[in-house]
């Protein structure tokens, strides 16, 4: 019971997550998907999470409604333990609070927030699709994503997994939709140029560091560049 009650926590603060980025991409443009890209995909997103109809309906209404939240994108960069580099995008209503909450989360873990800037320029911003395995094989993957103009292609037991540039998300996502139907996931990521090394003792409090991070209601996204092996991170999973 407390299981699925922890459960059922996580898939509502999820749900949250996604209403709140439609509502956004809603109101940056007309709230029809077909004529705006923005909507369409965090749609599809959220459908991927099996998110109800009348929840997807709710937030795009919600961004119509004079009274509705007005939400400010905003980046936040900063280092965690071992010199790792972290990038937290959020989704708020009050900037002030949201600092506030993300400086001290950092402070707690040993961290520190700094300026814009400070280490985005070691990430790449990429357009990131995802395609379940039972699409095809992987020579039918790179296939159809060379033909729409993405960058790269990996394969895993997960999934298929197809980049292309961050300008060129939707286009591509679109041109793939065509050849392989709906993706499970198109979004935008900030993918680490090199990744450092840490141990175990690091990695326990950098990924405490980044689960407080991500229970957080305004927090959307977080990125980082830290690296464990596979011995570590079977021990910090089980």
């Known amino acids: 019971m407390h299981r699925k009650g922890r459960q059922d926590a996580v898939r509502s603060k999820m749900f949250s997550k996604l209403a709140r980025e439609i509502t956004v991409a809603a109101k940056a443009g007309l709230p029809d998907p077909t004529m705006n890209a923005r ?17 997807i309906d709710r937030a ?103 980049t292309c540039g961050f300008e060129a998300l939707g286009e591509v996502s679109k041109a793939l939709e065509s050849s392989l139907g709906e993706a499970e996931t198109v979004k935008a990521v900030w993918r680490a140029q090199n990744n450092v090394p840490v141990d175990e003792e690091k990695a326990q409090s950098l990924m405490k560091l980044i689960d407080s991070l ?14 464990v092996s596979e011995e570590v991170l079977a021990k910090l999973s089980a």
């Open 214 to 227: 991500e229970d957080d209601d305004d927090v959307q996204n977080v990125y980082s560049n830290f690296e």
């Open 39 to 55: 909507l369409r995909l965090a749609i599809q997103n959220a459908k991927a999470q099996s998110m109800p109809k009348d929840n």
């Open 60 to 162: 795009i209404k919600k961004a119509a409604g004079a009274d509705g939240e007005n939400y400010d994108e905003v980046r936040y960069e900063g280092y965690g333990p071992g010199g790792t580099a972290i990038i937290v995008e959020a989704l708020t209503d009050n900037r002030n609070r949201t600092a506030s909450n993300v400086r001290s989360i950092f402070t707690k873990a040993g961290g520190a927030l700094g300026e814009t800037g400070s280490v985005s320029f070691s990430f790449d911003h990429l357009g990131e699709i995802t395609y379940k395995l039972s699409v095809g094989d992987a020579d039918k993957v790179m296939e159809a994503a060379i033909e729409a103009g993405a960058d790269d292609v990996e394969t895993d037991e997960d999934g298929h997994y197809i």
